[in-house]
Nanobody, 123 residues
Framework: QVQVVESGGGLVQTGGSLRLSCAAS????????MGWYRQAPGKQRELVAS???????NYADSVKGRFTISRDNAKNTVYLQMNSLKPADTAVYYCTAALSMALGRGKFESRYWGQGTQVPVSS
């Protein structure tokens, strides 16, 4: 069984900061890309940031310079430090992890999602 669990969401004021955490646990070989998506009411889910196992990062233009993604491979955990938050950042934030899984003598990759954590930003 694999679990991906987010934590750290909550109400924050405009200009404030918040740090999200996400830990993957269970039976897998390794974690490849980890990332954060968000979905605002009435909108499609969008990529916020991602980080590879080698620490290559990718950010949505809307969060560049304000958000920082990082990971701790030893803890199978990814973080999202969010600064200078705006009401437009209000959304449910989802963690995703691309896991390398064993299959016989080989392996395959499977993506898992967390349950989501609410981040309301008040004006």
């Amino acid at each position: 069984q694999v679990q991906v669990v987010e934590s750290g969401g909550g109400l924050v004021q405009t200009g404030g900061s918040l740090r999200l955490s996400c830990a993957a646990s269970g039976s897998f070989i390794s974690i490849n890309v980890m990332g954060w998506y968000r979905q605002a009411p009435g909108k499609q889910r969008e990529l916020v940031a991602s980080v590879t196992r080698g620490d290559n990062t990718n950010y949505a233009d809307s969060v560049k310079g304000r958000f920082t993604i990082s990971r701790d491979n030893a803890k199978n955990t990814v973080y999202l430090q969010m600064n200078s938050l705006k009401p437009a950042d209000t959304a449910v934030y989802y963690c995703t992890a691309a896991l390398s899984m064993a299959l016989g003598r080989g392996k395959f990759e499977s993506r898992y999602w967390g349950q989501g954590t609410q981040v309301p930003v008040s004006s």
